[in-house]
């Protein structure tokens, strides 16, 4: 009988009783005092049980525990590489922020530089200033390397330095409005910022089909590059621009050809080219031309 | 053992034991504090589960964080307890938080914890087992008993020693709340 009711008991707490039996065990176990009292034991036990599985489970965690510790992780602000990159990023992204300025500066510094490493860089020099007043032509200059410096040092005078021409598009007159004329009025915008190479890269994306605007963008080229003191890039440039009989900006194009001649030291080509100019009162050059000769003279 | 190595993987591997802790630090836990929560609330966590408790809603990790989570503010409010204040409210039991209950429940749990380290080594790993439905291959496989018959026996033997000790101390019959 007892082991009746251990088996019984033992389904009933290990909930192997369908509802109906179930129901019926726990009816039997209000009438019967044995089955009761068998069934307080057994419900012990099996707590007692409980316990010790949870104990066994417990010292378990515990060796667990030791044997694989965890390891604290600390907040993400405190991972040096989290904050190496971090900072490496703000650096990066500030680096390009300032880039464009950067580059300006490095422009306007190279065009200081560039045209005459020896003297002292001179950036507005005004064009209406009588050149031949501050030159002073060293007359024992007798070396080819002192005279080629002291010509480089006349032509640096009549550099100008300062970017500024009339609005192109009103020049070239309204019809090329829908044209690619809208690279160029960029470009201008640029270099009057003295942006040179953002300039240098609009004006190179003009096509040769636009004629007008093509021969201003060469022309324009070859002024950023003399602007930059890059005289042999400036020169071809120049010299397309110069050879184009109708261009509205063709005097300006020979002047500073012959200063880019000068810098360069293809002295009898900038002769030429002046002595071309100098005689010729329409040219809006031709003053200063008879005035550069004037100040070459002592050195020829 | 099938058992052990899923309690092995989901505490040392299965990352859960980690979002535990981060769980029990965010709420303010000390690292030991957290620790102790992770381990308790494993022990609930496997009693729920074998005991059917566990209704399959939603994901299983995140049932074993809520235990977690009640672990944790279950340990909170003992620790308060015993913390001297001037301000009346703080006195005010929760309700099913009786302190009396609790220690109540403490002290049964230490007497029948008391008794049950009466019984040899062997016959408390082997009847943790039984509780844990180990079928007695694996019981004789796991004592060197030779065959199932002999764990059966074994077991039989236990439970006996065991139903004897319940019996000399009648203030175990108790109900455990």
Redesign the interface.
Not at chain 1, 218 to 242: M, V
Not at chain 1, 245 to 269: F, G, M
């Given at each position: 009988m007892k082991q009746d009711f251990y088996e019984q008991i033992e389904r009933y707490l290990l909930?192997k009783m369908s509802p109906s039996e179930r129901a019926a065990f726990e009816e039997e176990l209000c009438r019967n005092p044995e089955l009761a009292e068998q069934f307080?034991?057994q419900k012990?036990?099996?707590?007692?049980?409980?316990?010790?599985?949870?104990?066994?489970?417990?010292a378990?965690?515990?060796r667990?525990?030791v044997e694989?510790p965890?390891r604290?992780?600390a907040p993400w602000y405190h991972h040096r590489m989290v904050l190496a990159a971090a900072t490496l990023l703000l650096l990066l992204a500030a680096l390009y922020l300032a880039w464009p300025l950067a580059e300006q500066d490095r422009e306007i510094a190279r065009a200081d530089n560039a045209s005459d490493r020896d003297s002292t860089p001179s950036l507005t020099v005004k064009k209406e200033q009588s050149p031949s007043e501050t030159i002073a032509v060293s007359p024992t200059a007798s070396s080819g390397n002192e005279r080629y410096r002291q010509i480089r040092a006349i032509a640096r005078k009549y550099k100008y330095e300062t970017f500024s021409i009339p609005t192109p598009s009103v020049l070239r007159g309204e019809e090329e409005e829908e044209s690619t004329c809208w690279a160029v009025d960029s470009a201008l915008v640029a270099l009057e910022k003295r942006q040179y190479t953002r300039g240098i890269q609009l004006l190179k994306q003009v096509p040769e089909e636009e004629m007008k605007c093509f021969v201003e963008a060469r022309h324009l080229i070859g002024k950023a590059y003399y602007l930059k003191g890059k005289y042999k890039e400036a020169r071809s440039y120049l010299e397309q621009a110069s050879n184009i009989s109708d261009y509205w900006d063709k005097c300006e194009a020979e002047w500073e050809l012959a200063i880019c001649y000068l810098s360069s030291n293809e002295i009898p080509r900038a002769l030429r080219l002046l002595e071309s100019m100098a005689p010729d009162k329409g040219h809006c050059r031709h003053k200063e031309a008879r005035q550069l000769l004037k100040d070459l003279k002592p050195l020829l | 053992m099938g058992r052990e190595a899923i309690l092995h993987y989901l505490f040392v591997n299965s990352g859960w034991r980690m979002a535990a802790v981060r769980l029990i630090r965010s709420l303010g836990g000390s690292p030991q504090d957290a620790e102790d929560a992770v381990q308790e609330a494993f022990v609930v966590f496997d009693h729920h589960i074998r005991c059917d408790q566990y209704k399959q809603i939603g994901g299983l990790k995140s049932y074993f964080l809520g235990i977690c989570r009640g672990r944790w503010y279950s340990n909170r409010r003992k620790v308060r307890r015993l913390v001297f204040s001037d301000n009346p409210t703080s006195h005010q039991p929760l309700p099913g938080d009786d302190p009396e209950d609790r220690l109540l429940e403490s002290e049964r749990r230490e007497r029948f914890r008391a008794v049950l380290h009466q019984l040899d080594p062997r016959c408390r790993e082997l009847l943790s087992l039984i509780r844990v439905n180990y079928s007695m291959k694996e019981i004789a496989q796991a004592f060197n008993l030779g065959n199932e018959n002999n764990a059966r026996q074994r077991v039989f033997q236990c439970r006996q020693r065991l139903a004897k000790l319940l019996k000399q101390n009648p203030f175990l019959n108790e109900d455990l709340p």
């Amino acid at each position: 009988m007892k082991q009746d009711f251990y088996e019984q008991i033992e389904r009933y707490l290990l909930n192997k009783m369908s509802p109906s039996e179930r129901a019926a065990f726990e009816e039997e176990l209000c009438r019967n005092p044995e089955l009761a009292e068998q069934f307080a034991l057994q419900k012990r036990e099996h707590e007692a049980m409980d316990i010790l599985v949870q104990e066994r489970l417990r010292a378990q965690l515990r060796r667990w525990s030791v044997e694989h510790p965890l390891r604290e992780i600390a907040p993400w602000y405190h991972h040096r590489m989290v904050l190496a990159a971090a900072t490496l990023l703000l650096l990066l992204a500030a680096l390009y922020l300032a880039w464009p300025l950067a580059e300006q500066d490095r422009e306007i510094a190279r065009a200081d530089n560039a045209s005459d490493r020896d003297s002292t860089p001179s950036l507005t020099v005004k064009k209406e200033q009588s050149p031949s007043e501050t030159i002073a032509v060293s007359p024992t200059a007798s070396s080819g390397n002192e005279r080629y410096r002291q010509i480089r040092a006349i032509a640096r005078k009549y550099k100008y330095e300062t970017f500024s021409i009339p609005t192109p598009s009103v020049l070239r007159g309204e019809e090329e409005e829908e044209s690619t004329c809208w690279a160029v009025d960029s470009a201008l915008v640029a270099l009057e910022k003295r942006q040179y190479t953002r300039g240098i890269q609009l004006l190179k994306q003009v096509p040769e089909e636009e004629m007008k605007c093509f021969v201003e963008a060469r022309h324009l080229i070859g002024k950023a590059y003399y602007l930059k003191g890059k005289y042999k890039e400036a020169r071809s440039y120049l010299e397309q621009a110069s050879n184009i009989s109708d261009y509205w900006d063709k005097c300006e194009a020979e002047w500073e050809l012959a200063i880019c001649y000068l810098s360069s030291n293809e002295i009898p080509r900038a002769l030429r080219l002046l002595e071309s100019m100098a005689p010729d009162k329409g040219h809006c050059r031709h003053k200063e031309a008879r005035q550069l000769l004037k100040d070459l003279k002592p050195l020829l | 053992m099938g058992r052990e190595a899923i309690l092995h993987y989901l505490f040392v591997n299965s990352g859960w034991r980690m979002a535990a802790v981060r769980l029990i630090r965010s709420l303010g836990g000390s690292p030991q504090d957290a620790e102790d929560a992770v381990q308790e609330a494993f022990v609930v966590f496997d009693h729920h589960i074998r005991c059917d408790q566990y209704k399959q809603i939603g994901g299983l990790k995140s049932y074993f964080l809520g235990i977690c989570r009640g672990r944790w503010y279950s340990n909170r409010r003992k620790v308060r307890r015993l913390v001297f204040s001037d301000n009346p409210t703080s006195h005010q039991p929760l309700p099913g938080d009786d302190p009396e209950d609790r220690l109540l429940e403490s002290e049964r749990r230490e007497r029948f914890r008391a008794v049950l380290h009466q019984l040899d080594p062997r016959c408390r790993e082997l009847l943790s087992l039984i509780r844990v439905n180990y079928s007695m291959k694996e019981i004789a496989q796991a004592f060197n008993l030779g065959n199932e018959n002999n764990a059966r026996q074994r077991v039989f033997q236990c439970r006996q020693r065991l139903a004897k000790l319940l019996k000399q101390n009648p203030f175990l019959n108790e109900d455990l709340p």
